[in-house]
């Protein structure tokens, strides 16, 4: 938010003073820690470091914390503070109307429908039973659907795994996957539909290796023979109604036809789908897809509209000093402060607490993308969110002094070349600097 010019001199003041005062850091801690940032290869790009005391409600140290960063996946921050505040426990993964003899579904945006990483067995039974004594099945589309892609995505990226396309009613995660059975020297495609639209190859390597055309479901699949067993690999399929009516008659073994019109009539909310399981794979895996799909179903809560747009504008104000565009962090348009984030985990560690803070934040040397990062501590020290693109790495969370005590960080680095791996060394002493003396 704005603050205006008296607030913001006292913001900096109690900063100041909390930043050398004696409860935190000595002026020589704090100075070390500034030479700790200005080394190579940490001083040579853009960097910035917040870390708070949730409890005091003050600062520990800033250091270009108002800065705008680009903030990748530490966007998914601001999803998951936006489903914990306007999404129930459980989602329909669907609605029904019935006319007669004949059944509509259409999507919530919910994104768990067939997912081949979440148990499917009782959805598929739901609808076998809800079918019968149904002679016509429609899949119904709104007039305005949710855009395939986000604002400011690569558009050469559509055939990679991160970039699955969002809508209104997705299916399989909107994505081929391949699984390699190497006991069995077998491949697996999942929705095995597929499989007649794709070229299977058996090569060398330890690779599986997807390709397909931008507008158009066709696949070329090769597998290296020594890849290692059950290894999987997904590539994001063309969403369009032919295909998903298609999948929907393969799976079910009923015909479904394609409809943008439907009879006036009550939409029965089906298929409850728990929310905490949704946001904790998002959280530790950086799930793009679910963090899409998550801000889309937010967006319908808010604004009974499935667009992206509408759900970041009916969560901040348009005072609010940062740019937010799309729910995982694929969009460069993104731009956040680490102050901002600070604010915002704040406010989640607030509505949650430090117990369910552990359960769904990736943990250093334990869970999610921090399990083989910053393993300097046999006990976690730090639960946070990670966020890379190319030339940016940025982790925001939280971190627990050797007192005991957790304070929230966010630690944001920008514009630098090479590999996010050259700088995880420095990062980790600087993290663990601050673990050791708070």
């Not at 914390?65 to 996946?73: E, M, R, Y």
């Not at 059944?103 to 009782?122: I, V």
């Not at 090569?203 to 931008?214: D, Q, S």
């Not at 946070?384 to 940016?392: E, M, V």
């Amino acid at each position: 938010m704005k603050i205006y010019p008296l607030l913001y001199s006292l913001a900096l003041l109690l900063f100041f003073s909390a930043c050398h005062s004696s409860q935190y850091f000595s002026k020589k801690e704090v100075k070390e820690l500034e030479e700790r940032l200005q080394l190579s290869p940490l001083g040579d790009h853009f960097q910035g470091l917040v870390v708070y005391d949730p409890e005091a409600s003050e600062f520990v140290y800033e250091f270009q914390g108002d800065k705008l960063f680009t903030p990748a996946s530490n966007t998914k921050i601001l999803t998951f503070r936006a489903a914990l505040e306007h999404l129930a426990d459980s989602l329909p993964l669907y609605e029904q109307l019935n006319a007669g003899r004949s059944m509509y579904l259409r999507g919530t945006g919910h994104p768990a429908m067939l997912h081949p990483e979440f148990d499917t067995y009782l959805q598929e039974a739901s609808l076998q039973l809800m079918m019968r004594g149904f002679d016509s099945l429609f899949l119904y589309y709104p007039e305005i659907e949710p855009k395939r892609f986000g604002s400011g995505w690569a558009w050469d990226d559509y055939p990679y795994y991160y970039q699955a396309e969002r809508s209104s009613f997705p299916i399989y995660g909107n994505a081929l996957q391949v699984v390699w059975d190497s006991l069995r020297s077998e491949i697996k495609l999942e929705p095995d539909y597929l499989a007649q639209y794709s070229r299977i190859r058996l090569g060398k390597g330890t690779k599986i290796e997807m390709k397909r055309e931008e507008y158009i479901n066709k696949f070329d699949i090769r597998v290296g023979a020594q890849t290692s067993h059950e290894a999987r690999f997904s590539v994001p399929f063309l969403n369009e109604p032919y295909l998903l009516s298609q999948l929907w008659e393969d799976k079910m073994g009923r015909v479904f036809l394609s409809r943008y019109e439907a009879p006036r009539g009550q939409w029965i909310p089906q298929g409850k789908f728990p929310t905490d399981t949704l946001l904790r794979k998002m959280m530790w895996e950086s799930d793009n897809f679910l963090a899409e799909q998550i801000l889309l179903m937010v967006g319908r809560t808010l604004t009974d509209s499935l667009q992206t747009s509408a759900a970041i504008h009916a969560i901040i104000p348009d005072s609010a000093q940062i740019r937010w565009v799309d729910g995982s962090g694929l969009s460069r348009y993104n731009l956040l402060s680490p102050n901002y984030l600070v604010k915002e985990l704040d406010r989640i560690q607030r509505m949650i607490g430090w117990e369910e803070i552990q359960a769904y934040f990736p943990a250093n040397g334990q869970q999610g993308t921090l399990k083989n990062r910053y393993e300097q501590s046999k006990e976690p020290y730090i639960y946070a969110k990670t966020g890379t693109l190319s030339n940016n790495y940025n982790l925001s969370g939280y971190i627990k002094g050797a007192s005991g005590k957790w304070y929230i960080f966010s630690y944001m680095h920008n514009h630098f070349l090479g590999s996010p791996n050259d700088l995880q060394e420095d990062i980790e002493k600087v993290l663990f600097h601050l673990h050791q003396k708070l």
